[in-house]
C-alpha cells in the first residue's frame, strides 16, 4: 500500500535525524573542546529541531488519520445494506442483486482464508455489477427464459458495457479507489462465453475492456463471480457436483490467463477453492431448506 510505503520512509528520516542530534548531543556536551555559549547555542538549535520534528510528527499523524479514517468510512458506507445504490439493485435487478450478495459472501470468505480484506472484498462483490442498473432487463438473471430481442452483435456490446458503466457510476459516488478498481478488473479480458459461438460464426470478437485483475483481491473476486454464476445456473445441490463444477471453473480461468497478474501462488488457489466449496454448499443447503 501507498501509505505504508510513505509512512516507512518517514520513520526511517525521523530516526536518522534524532539519531545524528543525539550523538552530536553527547559529544558537544561530554567534550570540552567547546566554550559554555556555544554548547548552550547548540542546545537551543537541537531544541528548536526537535520541536519542529514533533509539529511535522503530529501534522503528518493526523493526514495519516484522516485518510485511513475517510477510507474506512467509505468502505463501511458501501457495506451497509441500506445504501441506496443496493437498494435500487435490489429493486429494479432482482438477480444481479441475488447474484453479487452470493459473490459477496464467497469474496469475502476466501479473502479472509489469505488474510485479505474481508470489508473490501465483501463491498467488491456488492457493486461489480452495478453497471448492469443501466438496463436490467438484458441480463440472463433478471429475465425469466424470455430472452431479449436483440440483434446478438448489439446485445453483447451493452453486456460488455456493464463494466464502463459501473466504473462511472463508482467515479459519481466517490467510491474509494480499491473498490473501483475491483468493478474495472472483474471481466479482465475475457470474453461473453454465452455468446461467443453466435458472434464468431457473424465473424465478431468482443472482449471485455480489461484490465486483468492486478490484484489477489480482484482475482477472488473474478472467481468468485465465475464460480457463483456457473453454480447458479447449474442448479445442482449435490455437493459433489458442486465441489466439480467449482474445480472446472477455477481451471478454466487460470487456462485463460486471465488471473496472471495477480499474484495469487497455487498454494492461495488451493485455499481459495477450498473456501469455496465451504461456502457454495452452504448457500446451497440453505436455499433447499428453504424452498
Ligand atoms: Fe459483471
Ligand atoms: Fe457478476
Known amino acids: 500500500m501507498n501509505e505504508q510505503k510513505v509512512l516507512r520512509q518517514f520513520f526511517a528520516y525521523i530516526f536518522f535525524v534524532v539519531f545524528i542530534v543525539f550523538f552530536v548531543s553527547i559529544f558537544v556536551i561530554k567534550s570540552e573542546v567547546f566554550s559554555f555559549k556555544i554548547t548552550v547555542l547548540y542546545i537551543l538549535i537541537a531544541s528548536v529541531i526537535c520541536s519542529l520534528i514533533v509539529v511535522f510528527l503530529t501534522s503528518f499523524f493526523n493526514d495519516i488519520t484522516k485518510i485511513v479514517s475517510a477510507k474506512i468510512s467509505s468502505v463501511a458506507r458501501l457495506e451497509n445494506p441500506n445504501n441506496p445504490l443496493l437498494q435500487k439493485l435490489s429493486k429494479e435487478a432482482p438477480g444481479t442483486f441475488s447474484h453479487s450478495m452470493a459473490v459477496a459472501e464467497l469474496a469475502k470468505a476466501a479473502g479472509e482464508t489469505l488474510g485479505l480484506d474481508p470489508s473490501l472484498l465483501r463491498v467488491g462483490g456488492y457493486y461489480h455489477d452495478i453497471g448492469k442498473l443501466r438496463t436490467p432487463r438484458i441480463y440472463i438473471e433478471n429475465h425469466s427464459g424470455t430472452a431479449v430481442s436483440t440483434d446478438k452483435i448489439q446485445l453483447a456490446k451493452s453486456i460488455i458495457d456493464h463494466v464502463r458503466i459501473g466504473v462511472k457510476t463508482a467515479r459519481e459516488h466517490n467510491f474509494p ?23 464468431l460464426k457473424q465473424g465478431v ?6 484490465p486483468k485483475p492486478l490484484s489477489k483481491e480482484a482475482a477472488i473476486l473474478m472467481l468468485s463471480d465465475c464460480v457463483e454464476a456457473s453454480v447458479r445456473s447449474k442448479r445442482h445441490s449435490k455437493t459433489e457436483i458442486l465441489e466439480k463444477e467449482i474445480e472446472n471453473q477455477i481451471i478454466k480461468i487460470i487456462k ?13 488457489i488451493k485455499k481459495i477453492k477450498k473456501s469455496f466449496i465451504k461456502t457454495i454448499t452452504g448457500l446451497y443447503h440453505k436455499r433447499k431448506h428453504l424452498k
Open 177 to 199: 479507489n480499491e473498490v473501483t478498481d475491483l468493478i474495472a478488473q472483474h471481466h479482465g479480458t475475457s470474453t461473453i462465453d454465452s455468446l461467443k459461438a453466435e458472434l
Open 205 to 210: 470478437d468482443l472482449q471485455y475492456p480489461g
Open 256 to 268: 485463460s490467463g486471465q488471473i496472471d497478474l495477480s499474484n495469487l501462488s497455487s498454494e492461495d
